[in-house]
């Protein structure tokens, strides 16, 4: 079953610890993305990666990090540095150089 | 820098009745956009793009340069298109840093 995969669905933290989201893909795709869906706030980009070992820092990057060591992983992760944590966490993938984003489920954040 | 409004964060119209998602966008270069859909407790997809000139759904968007207008219409809306609309803008296909921005959303409601 081709598709892209976020894990888990819902991630608790306690406060000033870091915490990984993971995001797999087996379609292939060059491109990947990191978004953050808040209430009212649409879709903000944090991070992105067009090829593997290359990214670049989106619109909302500060207190996150990420990697790509492998053409279909790309794992965030939220430092004890962000400030507001808690949100909904979208990751995507597409074909570099073709424009349809492909979505995950989404991972659910919360800081306790 | 890229920007996109969407000018509602709700609309409600009753089943049958036209219906006309807003989206502006500011870009310096050629645009590419897009509209997507996030179906309740569904991942976000792609409805459709300004490059292919399709209807998906019954629904259609043209781009309109001298306004940087990407209106997403239906003339004749269905309870099943009750959804979340985001707009969404890239670079030129084959850009290095390919980038892909949303708008905050608008949440459509076909009441019946």
């Known amino acids: 079953d081709g598709g892209i995969t976020q894990s888990p669905k819902y991630l608790f933290r306690k406060e000033g610890q870091n915490v990984t989201l993971s995001c797999e893909q087996n379609?292939?795709?060059?491109?990947m993305y990191w978004y953050r869906q808040d209430p009212g706030q649409g879709l903000r980009l944090i991070y992105y990666?067009?090829?593997?070992?290359?990214?670049q820092k989106g619109d909302i990057a500060e207190g996150y990090s990420v990697s790509r060591e492998k053409k279909e992983s790309f794992p965030l992760t939220v430092t004890s540095a962000q400030k507001n944590p808690t949100a909904f966490y979208l990751c995507?993938?597409?074909?570099?150089?073709?424009?349809?984003?492909?979505f995950g489920q989404g991972t659910r954040l919360t800081v306790v | 820098a890229q920007r996109v409004t969407q000018p509602e964060k709700l609309l409600s119209v009753f089943k049958g009745a036209p219906v006309e998602l807003k989206c502006n966008y500011s870009?310096?270069?050629?645009?590419?956009l897009f509209w997507y859909v996030q179906y309740s407790r569904q991942r976000l997809q792609l409805l459709l793009r300004h490059i292919s000139r399709e209807s998906i759904k019954g629904f259609t968007a043209d781009l309109n340069k001298g306004e940087t207008s990407f209106h997403l219409k239906k003339p004749f809306a269905q309870e099943e298109d009750s959804a979340m609309y985001y707009c969404?803008?890239?670079?030129?296909?084959?850009?290095?840093?390919?980038?892909?921005?949303f708008g905050k959303g608008t949440l459509l409601t076909v009441n019946p």
């Open positions: 995507a993938s597409s074909i570099r150089g073709f424009t349809e984003a492909f």
């Open positions: 379609l292939n795709h060059d491109a």
């Open positions: 969404a803008l890239s670079e030129g296909s084959g850009g290095s840093n390919y980038k892909l921005t």
């Open positions: 870009y310096s270069g050629s645009p590419e």
């Open positions: 990666s067009q090829i593997v070992n290359d990214f």
